[in-house]
């Protein structure tokens, strides 16, 4: 088998693999076709970086887009892979590994390749293997609406090509790798895409379906913030406000980067540890590295 391009037709084969594949964890995303395509025609870009290897049918994906980003005045060129899942039948066999070699040999002319993994998985042993390095490690923040309880704010919804187009993302942290989502991820309804301005500051977030299955298979719906804007002191007021929208939607959590839920008192990590990792493939990317380990928090990426 030959690692070959994504291509956009072939998402709802893609998530059923990913689903499969993910089966084996106790609570994980539920991939749907429309989730995908939000990646798709955003960070992924289709057909991009994106790899399969095809056997009667999908037997493994490494998904990953090239995104730009500075950090500490450099800009990079980073490649950001994942999710990389390969069918339960066909596991131990290398698959995972030449996929990753191939999007590694596609992305020669970047700086950096990064993923995020959590140690329960055991796949971050494969990635070490393949040369990436942990970076960070921390708790994303999963609150529970139903009892939160949080004060109303007012807000006034935005449009995405306003909230995209608005104030610059980055709030001035140095110790942040800042990737660069100048355009808006496509507008799937299906997902809910919420975007809130509240005073000086605004929030975007998307409900993603989370499959539990700790005692059964249910469906969660779960909010995640992906995107704030505006000045730190904005916020507060802003997580109120996407916190109460989710509520509305019927959402039972609300989920969120520590760059996002840091700040908030009400937002705490308790999240399963995740891990960010990744691999120079430049000079300027062995630079970047080097000062990132000195750093606790080194990517908001969403
Ligand atoms: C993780 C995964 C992509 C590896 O694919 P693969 O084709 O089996 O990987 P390879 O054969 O190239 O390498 C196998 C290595 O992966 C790691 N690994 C960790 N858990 C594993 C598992 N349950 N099954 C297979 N490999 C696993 C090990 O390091 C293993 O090496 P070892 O056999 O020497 O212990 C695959 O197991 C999978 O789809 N898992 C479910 C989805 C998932 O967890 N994805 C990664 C999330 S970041």
Known sequence: MIPKPVGRRELADVAELLNAAF????????????MLSVFAGWT????????????????????????????HGMSLSVVHVG??????????????????RAVEDRAKRCDLLTLTTEPAYGAHRLYERLGYQVVERYRPSVVALGAAGWPPVEA???????????AS?????????VENTASAPPHVPALGPRYLRVADGAVATIDWPVVSRTGGTRHLKSTQVIAIRGPRRARSAVVHAAARAARAAGSEVLY?????????????????????????????????????????EVCPAP
Do not use: C, N, Y
């Open 23 to 34: 089966a084996k964890h106790r609570e994980s995303m539920h991939f749907s076709a429309d």
């Open 44 to 71: 992924w870009r289709l057909p991009g970086h994106s790899l399969a290897l095809r056997d009667r049918g999908l037997q493994a994906v490494a998904m990953a887009g090239q995104r730009p980003a500075t950090f």
């Open 83 to 100: 999710p990389v899942g390969v069918r339960p039948d066909r596991q131990r066999r290398g698959l995972a590994s030449t996929l990753l």
């Open 156 to 166: 006034a919804r935005l449009s995405a090509g306003a909230f995209w187009k608005g």
């Open 169 to 177: 993302a980055h709030d001035g942290r140095p110790s942040a790798i």
């Open 256 to 296: 969120s980067l520590p760059s996002v839920a840091v700040e908030h008192p009400r937002l705490r990590p308790t999240g399963p540890v995740v891990l960010r990792m990744a691999k120079a493939l430049t000079p300027k990317g062995e630079r970047a590295l080097a000062v990132a380990a000195a750093w606790d």
